[in-house]
């Protein structure tokens, strides 16, 4: 009933920026937390980024923090992340994902909450 569509991957040389969007249409699920999720080559799924319903509230891995940088344009029903620093281990397939669930770190931390799911967009960083 929700479509979510990312975009904004590609390859980026290390150090450099890059944003990726995340697009929702159809039916809105009223999602508490939208999250972004990267899963990299042979390494288990996990949350990078998460962001509450109206925006106040925002949450990182610790590797993340002061390097990436989520935000929400509702009236856009568009979220975005914004990556500085790349490393070669940030390659990644990332996903934008939705859930409904009351904000709490230790919820939108864990990729199983959400249940609302994109395709995922490939960001490769290079050395």
């Known amino acids: 009933q929700v479509q979510l569509v990312e975009s904004g991957g590609g390859l980026v040389q290390a150090g450099g920026p890059l944003r990726l969007s995340c697009e929702a249409s159809g039916r809105t699920p009223g999602s508490d937390a939208v999250g972004w999720v990267r899963q990299g080559p042979g390494k288990e799924r996990g949350v990078v980024a998460a962001?509450?319903?109206?925006?106040?509230?925002?949450d990182f891995q610790d590797t993340a923090k002061g390097l990436f940088t989520i935000s929400r344009d509702s009236a856009k029903n568009t979220v975005f992340l914004q990556m500085n620093s790349l490393k070669p281990a940030d390659s990644a397939v990332y996903y934008c994902?939705?859930?409904?669930?009351?904000?709490?770190?230790?919820?939108?931390?864990?990729?199983?909450?959400?249940?609302?799911w994109g395709q995922g967009t490939q960001v490769t960083v290079s050395s």
């Open positions: 962001i509450s319903r109206g925006g106040s509230v925002t």
């Open positions: 994902a939705a859930a409904k669930v009351p904000w709490s770190p230790s919820v939108v931390r864990r990729q199983t909450t959400y249940g609302y």
